[in-house]
């Protein structure tokens, strides 16, 4: 009997060349599986259905894990703010672990003996899925042609061409991966420090010339209705991307250090996530206290981090999520955004939850809560001790 592996499978140009290489090649039973992150349509994925079979697949299974990918990760992401150098919402990162962990369960399912990806050896993805399988199979061996035998582009357009299959180096020109929490895009340009992609490299083009404004409700931290519209979690999140990406924003190259110590770039358009996270911020920064941000802004950045570099099964992500989730239970309201070609910016808030209010005094102008004597015996005792260090070492310098 032929031996049995499950195939991540995009249908993309290195995903077929490891679809006929592993059954033409190696004589294995393929059994291809599409993993769902919000990125594609019914008709896409009937058409990745098509072309596995079409390239020898044994069996083919498609895992819608969309909802799964909200609620392990793209929450936290929101809850945390997180943009990875300040610039990048992880758009494939977090996508990344959530199609690895659902292909393991997957080869768990069918009882395979082998896993197959791929992932090159020069970028981060080899690293997600080995690790990822590792943990959760580590009995199970990970195959990787494109990385094996370290393959370019060209080379493999050539093999596909020889075993009928066209693949034209234009379609391969620019790497696009698209999931609900936004869209990458690899091309030359990418590869090269002072390059910006073209225009027509993105996927959305830009339609939008007048401004718009859209308000936005949050409930516990998560975006619950967009426009007065209730909406579940991910529905809210495709709805704002509908209305956002027409104008161009949420666009950016991100500079990165990848988990084995190069640098790289990679184009991405997520309008909805990026204005989620600023709105998101926003209304934060009106309902929590000055330690629940600064605690939450260091230990997002250190999940950002870690989640990027694959590590979502660490339990330490767990304990991080539930201090994150309890931030969350003031951070209520509307938030109001006006979005303009190529840019957006935040009109402002409205909470029951808004510790600005009024009640207490408006900054810089009038208190209600305190004297003017409070402040002058205030002001003494909490600079106290650094009078002391000053009046003591200024002492012992003299």
């Known amino acids: 009997m032929k031996k049995k592996v499950v195939l991540a499978f995009s249908g993309g140009l290195d995903t077929s060349f490891c679809c006929i290489h592993l059954t033409k090649d190696r004589d294995f039973e393929v059994h291809s599986v599409v993993v769902n992150t919000g990125g ?3 008709d896409e994925l009937k058409e990745i259905e098509a072309r ?3 390239l020898g697949v044994t069996s083919h299974a498609a895992v819608d894990e969309t909802e799964n990918y909200y609620n392990d990760s793209i ?6 703010n997180v943009l990875k150098n300040s610039t990048y919402p992880l758009s494939v990162s977090a996508e990344r672990v959530c199609q690895a962990t659902a292909i393991a369960n997957y080869v768990k399912k069918i009882g395979a003996e082998y896993v197959a990806h791929g992932s090159t050896g020069a970028g981060n993805d080899q690293v997600r899925f080995d690790m990822i399988f590792n943990i959760l199979i580590p009995g199970v061996e990970i195959i990787t042609p494109i990385r094996d035998l370290k393959l370019s582009r060209e080379a493999e357009i050539e093999y596909l061409a020889k075993h009928g299959v066209e693949y034209t ?14 869209t990458s895009v690899g091309g030359a340009e990418t590869l090269t420090s002072h390059q910006s992609l073209p225009e027509s490299a993105w996927p959305t083009q830009v339609t939008e010339t007048e401004s718009k404004k859209v308000e936005l409700t949050f409930e516990k931290g998560e975006l619950v209705a967009v426009d007065g519209e209730q909406l579940a979690p991910v529905r809210a999140i495709q709805k704002l991307q509908a209305i956002a990406a027409p104008f161009g924003v949420g666009r950016d190259i991100h500079v990165g250090d990848t988990i084995i110590g190069i640098k790289g770039r990679v184009g991405f358009e997520a309008a909805g996530p990026m204005v989620i996270i600023k709105a998101h911020h926003a209304l934060e920064k009106h309902t929590l206290t000055k330690w629940q941000l600064s605690w939450k802004e260091n230990l997002a950045s250190f999940y950002g981090n870690w989640l990027h570099e694959g590590q979502f099964h660490d339990p330490i992500m767990r304990d991080m999520e539930a201090f994150l989730t309890s931030t969350q239970s003031t951070v209520n309201g509307k938030v109001f955004v006006e979005l303009l070609p190529y840019r957006f910016h935040i009109i402002g808030i409205e909470s029951a939850n808004d510790l600005m209010s009024n009640k207490f005094g408006s900054y810089g102008e009038m208190n209600n809560a305190w004297s003017g004597e409070d402040v002058k015996g205030f002001s003494k005792i909490f600079g106290n001790q650094v009078m002391i260090w000053h009046k003591v070492n200024g002492e012992v310098e003299g």
């Open 40 to 42: 594609f349509s019914n």
């Open 52 to 54: 596995a079979y079409a």
């Open 75 to 80: 929450k936290y992401l929101i809850y945390g």
């Open 169 to 182: 180096a234009e379609k391969a020109k620019y790497s696009i991966n698209k999931g609900l929490w936004g």
